[in-house]
């Protein structure tokens, strides 16, 4: 005689199951906040670079083409080469994989800010100018404000990319809810591996969402144009 299944669907390693939610909270909680630290100090630091090589591509010709190359080389090597030739200089540790996830970021920020200043109309530029506007104020008052809507849109992607660049980061312990979904692969623990997944997939739709309303909260004028 066969004996019943078991009750708790932590015991039947069932996909879904709320048990692993309330047995494990604390644990999902610490990975959720690596996780979007891990993402957020990422984008932030890749945006405080591509800015000014966008601005340097933009003001010199010449530095448009090596600028672009570089960044666009940078993200055509594997995420595991990545890691690998940063492994000297960072060692096992949170600092390997914002350095990497940097990199990757540099592509899509400075070639979407690149486009949103080149899109500004050269007469707005002559009209400052006009009004007494220098370089630095013309860049500070006209240029990037008009370059926010392509600017955010690179933004979007490069914070969603993050996100689930972030995860891959659990090949040297720190991946956030990247480490769980390994961890559950490796046991086969189904209801951490779906978990973790979909904590994933929530984090990367309600971050791009929250930058959808900055945008939208820093361009005024295009929603009334979409009006």
Request: with cysteine.
């Amino acid at each position: 005689m066969t004996a019943p299944p078991p009750d708790d669907c932590l015991a039947r390693n069932e996909w879904v199951c709320g048990a692993y939610l309330s047995t494990r909270s604390e644990i999902l909680g610490d990975a959720v906040v690596q996780h979007l630290q891990l993402t957020a100090v990422s984008v932030a630091l890749g945006l405080v670079l591509a800015l000014p090589l966008a601005i340097a591509a933009r003001r010199w010709r010449w530095a448009a083409g090596p600028v672009l190359g570089v960044t666009t080389l940078l993200y055509t090597i594997p995420a595991l080469a990545m890691f690998s030739l940063l492994l000297p200089v960072y060692g096992l540790s949170a600092s390997l994989v914002v350095a990497g996830l940097v990199l990757y970021s540099l592509t899509l920020l400075v070639r979407n800010i690149l486009a949103g200043l080149r899109a500004v109309p050269e007469e707005t530029r002559q009209a400052a100018r006009g009004l007494g506007y220098g370089p630095v104020r013309l860049l500070l008052a006209v240029e990037l404000p008009l370059a926010v809507p392509a600017a955010m849109a690179g933004l979007r992607i490069a914070t969603v990319s993050a996100v689930s660049l972030v995860t891959i980061g659990a090949i040297v312990g720190h991946g956030g809810l990247g480490n769980l979904i390994y961890s559950g692969m490796n046991t086969y623990f189904k209801a951490q591996v779906l978990t973790a997944s979909v904590l994933c997939v929530v984090i990367a739709v309600a971050a791009d969402l929250l930058l959808l309303g900055a945008q939208r909260l820093l361009t005024p004028w295009t929603r009334g144009q979409a009006a």
